[in-house]
């Protein structure tokens, strides 16, 4: 069991959190956007990973004036091993590739919420610069949340009508 974490030791914690799931993002958006099969999929996690990696140098350094470096914990562990498992098997089959983007998206919402975490201690500290930061990498990891869960529904239809003709498969194919 561990132990309990509290005041600048819980700040720590949380950045080292945050820059261990932001890391194994971009590891994942790296590998997705070359492997990914649905190209309207491929260009949204293209697009994101630029931003992607521009929030992990901003958690790296301000991370590191709280004395955190990305160490990982159970939490990022558990997710980054996840992570790291379903890229590996998405080139095998489209509903491989679907639980890789599923587990994505997952990884953007826990940031959400890491984000939101991190406005409200900002805010509480009166720190602006880590307010601003903060509330950027909230807003970019929503919209970005909201891309690829959008992508996820449209692979979904896709992978489950594949075999299937007609007018209404397609339509069905192309959120008709």
Do not use: C, W
């Not at 309207?40 to 709280?66: C, F, N, P, T, V």
């Not at 891309?147 to 529904?153: I, K, P, R, V, Y």
């Amino acid at each position: 069991m561990s132990e309990a974490k509290v005041g600048s030791e819980f700040i720590t914690h949380e950045f080292d959190e945050a820059i261990a799931v932001q890391r194994t993002i971009v590891e994942a958006e790296e590998q997705l956007s070359r492997s990914h099969p649905l190209a309207e999929a491929k260009g949204a996690i293209k697009a994101s990973l630029k931003d992607d990696r521009q929030y992990l140098a901003q958690l790296e350094k301000l991370g590191k004036e709280h004395g955190a470096t990305g160490k990982v914990e159970e939490v990022a562990g558990g997710l980054q091993h996840l992570m790291q498992e379903t890229v590996q098997k998405a080139a095998e089959a489209e509903s491989e590739a679907y639980e890789a983007h599923a587990v994505l998206l997952n990884l953007k919402r826990k940031q959400q919420d890491s984000a939101a975490a991190m406005l409200k201690i900002a805010r509480a500290q009166r720190n602006t610069k880590l307010r601003d930061a903060a509330l950027q990498f909230e807003r970019g990891t929503r919209e970005s949340a909201k891309e690829l869960s959008s992508q996820l529904a449209s692979f979904a239809v896709r992978i489950a009508t594949k075999g299937q003709g007609g007018r209404r498969a397609r339509a069905a194919r192309q959120g008709v």
